[in-house]
């Protein structure tokens, strides 16, 4: 098929013709046809500034990208113009982002296209068919992504192909500021052993690959480790394709600078250094090190490490510094506010001497997390002595510890950037407030008091799950006036599933009413790690929690109406994926009401009782941990498998398994414990399930024998077995369900 950019001058040649001699009407019709039958790529050569959307397109949706007319345009904001005429695309963009954002409504619009984590659902009209004039426009000048901790969390083990996917999933969504956290490694390893370490004490310095998020924000040091030189290498090799790439699609990247924590040993090389040891992060961990923001050897490293950085990724304009992310900082009352407005200004200046046009980036999450230290003053001191315009502050904890931009005045004037974690800990419980995101967005908007305002976006700490939040947020970060749900929600169901029915958007409205109406898991999250009760260490408290956010029998209506529509639906397209998703998480939170009620029986001496109700959890969890085989994301085999083939050799690969299978279960200590924790095939019959056995078991004991239940004793008990379970090498197999509708109606009727 002729590419459709060129229908426009087919016909104006056309005219041409009509009016000139046989001899050059056939020669001016020949060049035409010639023009016309060249390949896309060739075509696509006289729009090179746009040669980048068009091949993200091209990933997507094939050879068929080359029918778009793709255009730059200059505006003032980042707008996009699609329109549409006798079959011919146009998209009318202010940057490549805006582009990939325009031709990703188009396709969506007409039905055609839906990517997700979860999977892709592609099917191309033999025709373009008509659409009205739509022009969209963002107000923001920046759209984020990705939280550090992701990088531990779930792109750890990712090679480039997985990367490449995911800047395309970026790119189509408009988001043109991601975190690109890979391969500082890299450079720090350059950059202490011109400080005089030795290349051992380095790797021993680093933690292991799944902790590294930590090290880096100077939580921790060493643990999971020591980092092979392989890793490092691996990363260097992907950062450099993954900038390349994001550099390409119009994307500015906030890759790291140094933020002051520093190797112990660095104290041997530099004996008058002001390098102290700060308190431990968590219980059992050992106190980092930092250098002073006031010693000059602060500005030397600082400025270092960014000429580094640009020698081996090139330049930047937005660094991340977070000096004491989830740490205190070591002041006192009587020289807090000094000291905090002196750091502030090292931290930036040591940006600025590596990079004059640099802006310092930081994470605001601490100002939440620790508000007590953290007050106004506080943080308007820390702030006080870095240029606005050289600084962006990113608010994404709002689902968390919203307002905190309102009492800081907007941070006094400096640039910020608004959103939420969503995902906290990687974990994947179905969650999200549809109305929480469009009531917030068109009221920011609206306050004059957001000054400086300059981003939105989601900084998730893991990712594969709640696709369909993150589609909603990224549209909104496109829809000023908000987005009305019915309209939305339609038009999400036809592109993702190829059709719509009374059931499924039905069954959307009974979701949103129940489980989508939850902005953040409290008090359950933060008391014992994760959203269900079956994943945290076994407690008799459990039954001091109450119930579960929104509401569980809407969320079974929701599931029965899916179910209804399935009988047509091949295994592995997204309906089915989606009816797996929110039956896992209604059978969960039903396994959990189980678990307390198993307890409160054994706890009151009806031993039968609670035997019936801790067979039938467990039994539940054994059903449901099969039917997660439908997804792949979801599926331990998957996590396990992606660390041991990213060692080199065996000892690499047993470290990175054991890595893999720490940071999902008793990593963080006492406090952070399961705060990882998946709904993953293999973890419900393999971890979960067997500790709730050995919990029971020593209840029912003590009851036996008389004696009060020594809870404390059974947990350490718990603790050695979950110690011995990541020292484990063996790899889950992933058992693929057959007729997935069928044991989803099996699981309903328990």
Known sequence: MPDTSFVSLRQSFQKVIYSSGTYTGCLLFCFILLISCRTGREIREYNANVMPAYNALERLIGPRANEFVLRLTNHATDQVTISTARGEVIIEGSSIPAIC???????????????????????????????????????????QYLNVCAFGYTTVWWDWERWEKEIDWMAIRGINMPSAMEGQEAVYLRLWKEMGLTEADILQHFSGAAFLPWHRMGNINGYGGPLPMSFIKKK???????????????????????????????????????????????????????????????????????????????????????????????????????????????????IQQGDSSATWVMQGWLFGNDSVFWDTTSIQSFLSKVPPSKMIIQDFGNDRYPGIWKRTKAYGGKQWTYGYVHNYGGSNPVYGDFDFYNEEVTGLLNNTDKRNLVGYGVLPEGLNNNSVVYEYIYDLSWSPEGIAWKDWIRQYSMDRYGYISDN?????????????????????????????????????????????????QKLRNAVQRLLKDTGHNKPGTLLIYDLVEFTRHYMSMHIDSLLID????????????????????????????????????????????????????????????????????????????????????????????????????EMKKAHAAGKKFDEEATRLKILQWEEEWVKKSDIFMHIYPEDAPERVSELLKL
């Open 101 to 143: 954002y325009g031709a990703y409504t188009y396709l969506r619009k007409i039905g055609a296209v839906h990517i997700s984590w979860e999977g892709n659902r592609v099917s191309l009209p033999a025709q373009w068919p008509d659409q009205s004039l739509q022009t969209l426009q963002s107000p923001f000048v920046y759209r």
């Open 236 to 350: 260097e090799v992907l950062q450099k394709q993954i900038l390349e790439r994001m550099r390409s699609l119009g994307m500015q990247p906030v890759v790291p600078a140094f933020s002051g924590y520093v190797p112990a040993k660095l104290k041997d090389k530099f004996q008058s250094a002001q390098i102290r040891q700060l308190e431990p992060w968590e219980k059992g961990f050992e106190g980092t090190y930092m250098l002073d923001p006031k010693d000059p050897l602060f500005l030397t490293i600082g400025k270092r490490f960014i000429e580094l950085y640009q020698e081996m990724y090139g330049d930047a304009s937005f660094y991340l510094a977070d000096s004491f992310n989830e740490m205190k900082p070591p002041v006192t009352p009587a020289n807090k506010q000094s000291l905090l407005a002196e750091y502030g200004e090292a931290v930036y200046k040591s």
């Open 504 to 552: 499924i958007l039905t069954s959307w409205d009974l979701l949103k009413e129940s489980v989508f109406q939850t902005r953040y898991w409290t008090p359950r999250w933060w008391n014992g790690g994760g959203a269900y009760l079956l994943f945290k260490r076994p407690t008799a408290n459990i039954v001091d929690f109450k119930g579960y956010p929104g509401d569980n």
């Open 598 to 697: 198993a307890t409160k029986a054994y706890k009151a001496g009806n031993l039968s009782q609670g035997d019936a109700l801790a067979d039938k959890s467990f039994f539940i969890a054994e059903k449901l941990d099969t039917l997660i085989g439908v997804q792949e994301f979801n599926v331990l085999d998957y996590w396990l498998e992606g660390a041991s083939r990213y060692g080199d050799n065996k000892q690499e690969s047993a470290l990175y398994v054991q890595n893999a299978r720490t940071q999902i279960t008793i990593w963080g200590g006492d406090n952070l414990k399961d705060y990882a924790s998946k709904s993953w095939q293999g973890m419900y019959r393999g971890f979960y399930v067997p500790r709730w056995k050995m919990f029971f078991e």
